[in-house]
């Protein structure tokens, strides 16, 4: 291997691929570029445009032809394409792509003299008749990642290539313009979205997602994290995104279209860095959204795999790992089988640990394939890709052949040895054709033979898998039976119930084991199994959902589950279930599994979070959500349990999620305590009791949907709600003091007041400060003057300045500020100081509904990233990471937060003054640098109002500058704070 060229070197990068490469191939030519090296990049017609945000210092080549694709006049213009390169006189060629056209090579065979670094590839049949293609070859294997191959071809090229960056794509503010623009036409906000590109198809058809899959994934990212999906493509894939866009909308989850078209990858780009997320198939804008530091969500096929994953931070990659891997996108099946078999479920799995916060990149390649039908896809795929390299030798001989004729017209002195030379590779071609049409008929009866083999493996395995049901079912009852002697048990305990004597049965039961026990067969001890190897397994069969099971077939069912609950007990969960219509179990024992079974048979509605559901106990009723209660909770706006007529709480129930039970359960309900926690009490049986009354610190003060959904700021009196004395710690309520500061915003002002002013909270503190306003705000102040612990209505130097003369007349433990255009919803006040209560915690956010101008309608609620119902540090790493997740919307709207006197007084008891956008976020930085310790609520704690009278808004964004500004400045004084 040569020596690197020194500076100055004019390098000459054929990359004449995609968009993906061109990404992956950033840092390359960034670290060229930096050695001082004078880049031209040669890219395909049509790519030129991404080429200045890889970076503004390449030169740029537009090719006059593609690789792909033969067309009329294509020889003459390859040839005029490699005399104008050879004109441009480099020092060094660079042919940067791993797997080269017919149109790399016979540009390579230009340039006389000239040094040529490369990969080694394909070992092509030229080296009999032509010179080495290259100078320099690189040596690596085909399914090593780009990344690891561009870092090896950067290490021929330069002195010190360090270690391998990952790509940055730079997007500038025109751009991000452009891109706000584009969402404000279509109803989004920048940080309130993710992008959905379910094609991907310009380079690949067989990439385009299932529309029912991807409509799917839609609705899983409005329900569970408040995302609207943004579908993107190109003109000829908008009949798919619209198809799958009906299909999301009749789930209930807009997704509206963006099309690009020629010139507008800036847009695109604009776009992708102001989402939340990626998501979708393996694309050009999945590389484009892990250089601009986008969590990324991606599902993959064997084509190049695993060569092109994407250099996210954060990511998520799927596929279905098959014996064909690595065919070019060249498949041999009907369907892409590695695609098709990534199951929606997986995908949102995936979204959910990357929007979690998980950091890395994570890679399923699906479950294992049974022994039969891999080995026939083994088959399958071997004998196609012979045809497949047949056919690429072939189109590499009719290359050099091509090439050859190209330079016979110039050189009539060796033309009768040129001659020659054609006239063998034609002979050779012909004989490779025979070749190939050969290996085309064998592979077509391979094809039939395989389609009838897999037809009869699939039959088997439907009827192994129908048999495995039955014969599973047959195991439980015989265990019971065998074991437990189930069948006396049930039939006994149901001819003493016909007789009224189950319960003098059941307390003398001991006495009466003893005395059939001689009778009882015993228990057998199963022999070990036979070593030897494991029989094969068929694919596990997909079983229907069950009807409600009998009390006998769930008594069966319940006995195989983990769980050591007592005949009687479980008798007694399923007359719960008979006589409860809806039931919500807690707690993430195993356990909890075989109590919400027996209570769903019974008839009533039961949910589980915390609890993955197994498909043979999918009978109707009974719902499991694997999100813990608060997630669930957050994600479903059910900030009350009162719909609920019973809980079940088990012994596992942790604190957290019993804090969340403060003031959410209807006083009425039925609560049940199951596991060991049940002998604390009157236990009905062991392991299970039943309260007497719901807990007072558990019962919602207002049960009723009307209390919840009342405007506190309309005209109509409110309703009440009956708190009690005093909290549930046995502490009295705490004095909240709001704070509101307003100048000429009398449109708004009213209903702001009201809004504090309606809330029944019992120890209330509504300081008002106006600056001097002219528009009628001062007979809106009069109104409601006596309501109010303090007003004035005087200039003032700004917002910050009105808001440190309201605290500075504050009393209250607890702290809030209420701008002038927002709202409390019913019940903020008293759920905000049960928060801090339960967790005793220093700040608690909850969620902020958006609205419109003047309307009344939340159109969504927005939730921050922190965990819900557990008390955290508040993060100030990620506070003061502006563009990874403050402006992304990982924290709270400043109208949801209320905060201890504690934490406001160790941390300065102000407002920065100097700052005229983003004090609040200041605020919350100093906040975390004292140790705040946050808890984050499901409930609904203010309304944030959109117009467009507001200081912040704008296409511009005129708070960005201050912010920016202000985080750089926070982070260098922490940082010399920390030295």
């Given amino acids: 291997m040569s020596a690197p060229p020194p500076p100055g070197s004019h390098l000459l990068v054929l990359s004449l691929d995609t968009y993906g490469d061109l990404v992956l191939r950033q840092p390359l030519l960034r670290q060229l570029l930096d050695d001082g090296q004078r880049v ?163 380079t690949t058809l067989a990439k385009e997602w299932p529309a029912e899959e991807f409509a799917s994934v839609v609705g899983h990212l409005r329900e569970r994290h408040r995302l609207t999906v943004l579908l993107v493509g190109v003109e000829a894939e908008e009949p798919h995104l619209r198809r799958v866009a009906a299909l999301a909308e009749a789930r209930g989850a807009k997704a509206p279209l963006w099309i690009g078209s020629p010139g507008r990858i800036g847009t695109l780009l604009g776009l992708l860095a102001q989402s939340r997320l990626y998501v979708g198939s393996d694309s050009g804008p999945m590389h484009f959204a892990a250089a601009l530091d986008v969590p990324v969500v991606a599902r993959f096929g064997g084509g190049h795999w695993p060569r092109f994953l994407p250099e996210a931070r954060r990511g998520f990659v799927a596929t279905q790992e098959l014996p064909c891997f690595g065919c070019g996108w060249d498949c041999w099946m009907e369907t892409p089988a590695c695609i098709r078999s990534v199951a929606s479920a997986t995908i949102e799995r995936g979204i959910d640990q990357v929007l979690g916060g998980a950091e890395g990149r994570t890679v399923d390649r699906g479950s294992p394939l049974p022994a039969a039908e891999a080995a026939t896809i083994q088959l399958g795929a071997a004998v196609h890709r012979e045809l497949v390299h047949q056919r690429r030798r072939s189109g590499a001989l009719a290359g050099i052949v091509q090439e050859l004729e190209y330079g016979l017209a110039s050189s009539e002195a060796d033309r009768a040895a040129r001659l020659e030379v054609i006239q063998e590779m034609s002979a050779r071609l012909l004989r490779r054709e025979a070749e190939v049409g050969e290996l085309a008929a064998r592979l077509a009866g391979s094809e039939a033979d395989r389609a009838a083999r897999l037809e009869v493996i699939h039959q088997m395995a439907r009827q192994v898998g129908e048999q495995r049901v039955h014969i599973d079912a047959l195991s439980r009852d015989l265990r019971h039976l065998s074991t437990v002697n189930g069948a006396l048990r049930v039939m006994g305990g149901a001819g003493l119930r016909t007789l009224g004597l189950y319960d003098l049965a059941y307390r003398h039961r001991r006495g009466l084991n003893r005395l059939v026990a001689p009778f009882l067969p015993a228990a057998r ?78 008839g009533a509605e039961v949910t589980l979070p915390g609890t993955s559901l197994h498909p043979r106990l999918a009978i109707p009723g009974l719902v499991a959500d694997e999100r813990d209660l608060g997630t669930w909770m957050a994600a479903t706006g059910r900030t009350t349990l009162a719909d609920f007529d019973a809980l079940v709480v088990d012994a596992s129930c942790g604190a957290d ?239 949801e937060v209320f905060w201890t ?53 704008g296409a511009e964004l005129p708070y960005l500058p201050e912010l920016r500004k202000l985080a750089a400045g926070l982070k260098a004084s922490l940082a010399g704070a920390a030295r």
Avoid at 886 to 895: A, N, S
């Fill in 657 to 895: 999620e019993r804090a969340l039970l403060a003031g959410r359960v209807a006083p009425g309900a039925a609560v049940l305590l199951t596991g060991p926690h049940a002998d604390d009490v009157a236990a009905e049986v062991p392991g299970l009791a039943r309260l007497a009354s719901v807990p007072p610190a558990w019962a919602d003060p207002a049960p009723d949907e009307a209390y919840r959904s009342q405007k506190p700021w309309s005209a109509a009196p409110p309703l009440r709600a009956t708190l009690p004395e005093r909290l549930p710690s046995g502490r009295p309520w705490p004095r909240i003091t709001v704070v509101t500061v307003s100048f000429n915003h009398a449109a708004f002002l009213e209903e702001t007041i009201l809004s504090v002013l309606n809330q029944d909270y019992p120890d209330l503190e509504y300081i008002v400060v106006d600056g001097g306003s002219t528009d009628g705000t001062a007979a809106i102040l009069d109104r409601y003057r006596d309501r109010l612990a303090w007003c004035v209505s005087e200039p003032d130097r700004g917002q910050s300045h009105a808001l440190n003369k309201g605290f500075a007349r504050s009393t209250g433990q607890v702290l809030a500020w209420l701008n002038s255009d927002d709202r409390y919803p019913a019940g903020a006040l008293w759920r905000a100081a049960l928060a801090l209560d339960a967790w005793e915690a220093d700040v608690v956010a909850g969620g902020c509904g958006l609205t419109q101008d003047h309307g009344d309608e939340v159109l969504r609620v927005h939730h921050s990233a922190l965990p819900v119902g557990r008390r955290v540090p508040l993060p100030l790493e990620r506070l003061l990471d502006l563009d990874g997740s403050w402006i992304p919307g990982d924290f709270f709207y400043q109208p």
């Fill in 525 to 602: 001890t199963q022999p070990a199994p036979a070593a030897g190897p494991p029989e094969p397994t068929a694919p596990p069969a997909v079983q229907a959902p069950l009807a409600r099971p009998t009390l006998l077939e769930a008594f069966v069912e319940a006995r195989s589950l983990p769980g050591d609950a007592e005949d009687l007990a479980l008798e007694r969960l399923h007359l719960l279930g008979a006589s409860a219509r809806r039931v919500l179990c807690l707690g993430g024992a195993p356990r909890a599994l075989q109590h919400a079974f027996m209570i769903a048979s019974g």
């Fill in 40 to 202: 031209t990049l040669v890219v395909r017609p049509g790519y030129q445009d991404l080429v200045p945000f890889v970076d503004p210092r390449l030169g740029l080549f537009v090719s006059e032809v593609s690789p792909i694709g033969q067309r009329e006049g294509h020889a003459e213009r390859v040839q005029s394409l490699r005399q104008a390169l050879e004109s441009l006189a480099p020092d060094v060629v660079v042919c940067a792509p791993f797997s080269r056209t017919v149109l790399d090579e016979f540009l390579l065979r230009g340039f006389d003299g000239v040094r040529k670094v490369g990969f080694r590839g394909p070992d092509l049949p030229r080296r009999a008749v032509l010179p080495p293609l290259l100078t320099d070859e690189v040596d690596v294997a085909e399914d090593t990642p780009e990344a690891t191959k561009n870092q090896a071809l950067l290490a021929a090229l330069s002195a010190a290539p360090g270690p391998p960056p990952r790509p940055h794509l730079q997007v500038g503010e025109a751009h991000h313009a452009d891109a706000r623009e584009a969402l404000a036409a279509v109803g989004l906000t920048p940080g309130a979205f993710a992008v959905g590109c379910p094609a991907g198809t310009v």
């Fill in 901 to 953: 006197r504690g934490i406001w007084e160790r941390s300065g008891g102000r407002v920065a003054e100097e700052l005229y956008y983003s004090m609040d976020y200041e605020l919350w930085v100093r906040f975390a640098a004292h140790g705040a310790r946050i808890v984050h609520v499901p409930d609904l704690l203010a309304v944030y109002r959109m117009h467009a009278a507001q200081k912040t808004s």
